[in-house]
T-cell receptor, first 116, second 110 residues
């Protein structure tokens, strides 16, 4: 069971370049999210999706685009990379439950992005 | 707005000593509280959630609604507990939208 898979693991971009960070999960989870992790800042939510075809902005959405055409995939696009987007990016997936039980979020291994 | 505060960036203890990682939160409603852990070069993984009232790897955490706290405790720290610990909060049933604290790096010295 692969869980949440992110590619690539490492990437160096030049300022102004665009790229897509891939995220795939094989647990049939409805929910998927993207976070960025910066030193001293913890993890901050970029975008999230509660199901195929549904996405919404998180805390720090500027400069990023997402789409959710399938349950399994949730790519994150950097439109025009900037040095401020140098970070470690984590994708997570989870599933809703009935009642008041909140299940855990499963995280990918992260993508370390450097923008020069 | 929801917020999670972890006041200690770094915490260093000796093996066998008790450890407490502090977490305070603000949320207008009934929050779900979690502790996530990230060992060196590994992905973030769930350690505890308040609703389960469980003890994992000797760690416990009690939700104190009066003090809006969810501190993580372990009576006897082990070297393998060295990791980054994040306290996180979400609305009920909204675990796709976690708010994280800034994290506490725990080092357990031999």
């Amino acid at each position: 069971n692969a869980g949440v898979t992110q590619t690539p693991k490492f990437q160096v971009l030049k300022t102004g370049q665009s790229m897509t960070l891939q995220c795939a999960q094989d647990m049939n989870h409805e929910y998927m999210s993207w976070y960025r992790q910066d030193p001293g800042m913890g993890l901050r939510l970029i975008h999230y999706s509660v199901g195929a075809g549904i996405t919404d902005q998180g805390e720090v959405p500027n400069g990023y685009n997402v789409s959710r055409s399938t349950t399994e995939d949730f790519p994150l696009r950097l439109l025009s990379a900037a040095p401020s987007q140098t970070s470690v990016y984590f994708c997570a997936s989870s599933t809703p439950t009935g009642g008041t039980v909140n299940t855990e979020a499963f995280f990918g291994q992260g993508t370390r992005l450097t923008v020069v | 707005a929801q917020r999670v505060t972890q006041p200690e960036k770094l915490l260093s203890v000796f093996k066998g000593a008790p450890v407490e990682l502090k977490c305070n939160y603000s949320y207008s409603g009934s929050p779900e509280l979690f502790w996530y852990v990230q060992y060196s070069r590994q992905r973030l993984q769930l350690l505890l959630r308040h609703i389960s009232r469980e003890s994992i790897k000797g760690f416990t955490a009690d939700l104190n609604k009066g003090e809006t706290s969810f501190h993580l405790k372990k009576p006897f720290a082990q070297e393998e507990d060295s990791a980054m610990y994040y306290c996180a909060l979400s609305g009920r049933g909204s675990n796709y939208k976690l708010t994280f604290g800034k994290g506490t790096l725990l080092t357990v010295n031999p």
